[in-house]
């Protein structure tokens, strides 16, 4: 796919926000930035270390066995580019989910269509719309372009307030809803994202970010992108597919919105990352398999905080929120040095603490270093 000539507008933006030395955080970066107490290592732990990481939403299982084959099968093509392999998983992206190729954009992950999408859409005339507590990563960068952030608190059931992010500003350029949302892991219902959709500001356009959506059972936005609708659906292969650290994701929009985002950047894949997502796509059973398992421990541990007296968020997702009537940063502490290592905290909720589903083990090991917190 040809990348359009830069326009003087386009590059003119870009160069500011390249003077800005706006960086492309994800996640795992916000996790680490705010972590009070720093791990063992500054990366995962090698066996034997004991160390807890449930701070930033990855999945303990990895990437499953078809994507494991397929970069070990690509390895000795590691020198080369093979832009053709990009080519096929976007047509395989595309197929899969009844849309023209041109319709999707590859990436390396969800963060870069993510964060261009605000330097596209927003300016400090057109605001940033996002819910609170929500993914921090957009405000972040409609702040390092000046664009006015508007937080909109989540409702009394946790999911966005579509009636108010609508009424936030008339000149809004960009409404994000993460759907489940990040951190509370809650869902914003369909009816409410149609409703977005129709009364959002006029020239203004709606993010919708699936990267959490395989865990859960609400019907994605993709078909307003087959409508020609003016929605971006940001898709990532790091959750559920268990590929934070390889590295793919795609956005999914009209062309000429798509094409708005390519002046902020858009590098070669790599080859290993496409490669593994295509081989994720072909795998039949992974989303069911680890939806049930992330399900299944999801809701053991729920169970175990409400049974001892807890509020929780009620997630669909790999993370949830638990409100622990303490100082969120004071729990987090606490429970580093215990080498447990929790989700950061959200101003919006000074007492509620993120927790992201590992594996059963790790589970055991948070509620009894949490149990001990707790009652300190």
Not at 47 to 75: F, H, K, Q, S, Y
Not at 195 to 219: C, M, R, T, W
Request: aromatic share 8%; glycine share 6%.
């Amino acid at each position: 796919m040809s990348t359009p000539a830069l326009n003087r507008r386009a590059f003119l933006r870009f160069a500011a926000v390249a003077g800005a030395s706006l960086p492309i955080l994800n996640e795992y970066q916000l996790a680490m930035a705010q972590m009070a107490v720093p791990p063992k290592k500054l990366h995962h732990p090698l066996p034997g270390n004991g160390a807890v990481l449930i701070n930033a939403n990855e999945n303990p299982l990895g990437p499953c066995d078809r994507a494991r084959a397929a970069i070990t099968a690509l390895v000795p093509n590691g020198g080369r580019y093979e832009d053709e392999l990009t080519d096929e998983l976007t047509k395989t992206i595309a197929a899969k989910e009844n849309l023209k190729p041109e319709y999707i954009a590859v990436y390396a992950g969800s963060s870069e269509p993510l964060q261009f999408s605000v330097l596209a859409f927003t300016s400090k005339d057109r605001p940033y719309v996002t819910a609170d507590p929500g993914y921090e990563a957009g405000a972040r960068a409609a702040e390092a372009i000046s664009a006015r952030v508007i937080k909109v608190p989540l409702t009394q059931t946790h999911a966005h307030d579509v009636k108010a992010m609508v009424t936030a500003d008339p000149r809004a350029g960009l409404l994000y809803i993460c759907n489940p949302n990040n951190p509370t892991g809650t869902i914003t219902s369909r009816e409410d994202i149609e409703y977005a959709l129709a009364n959002k500001p006029a020239g203004s356009i709606l993010l919708v970010d699936e990267a959490y959506i395989h865990f859960s059972n609400q019907p994605s936005a993709l078909d307003m992108v087959r409508d020609d609708k003016d929605v971006i659906v940001l898709r990532t292969f790091s959750k559920i597919y268990g590929m934070a650290g390889v590295r793919c994701g795609f956005a999914a929009g009209r062309p000429d919105l798509l094409a708005k985002l390519q002046p902020f950047g858009r590098n070669p894949m790599p080859i290993f990352a496409v490669a593994a997502a295509k081989a994720s796509l072909d795998d039949p059973n992974v989303i069911a398999e680890r939806k049930k398992y992330t399900g299944d421990v999801r809701r053991e541990t729920l169970d175990w905080l409400t049974s001892k007296g807890y509020a929780v968020t009620q997630s669909t997702s790999n993370c949830f929120m638990v409100d622990t009537k303490k100082s969120s940063h004071d729990v987090i502490t606490a429970m580093a040095a215990r080498n447990v290592y929790i989700g950061r905290p959200w101003p919006a909720w000074p007492s509620w603490v993120r927790v992201t589903v590992g594996t059963p083990d790790e589970m055991a090991q948070f509620r009894a270093a949490f149990q001990t917190v707790m009652n300190a």
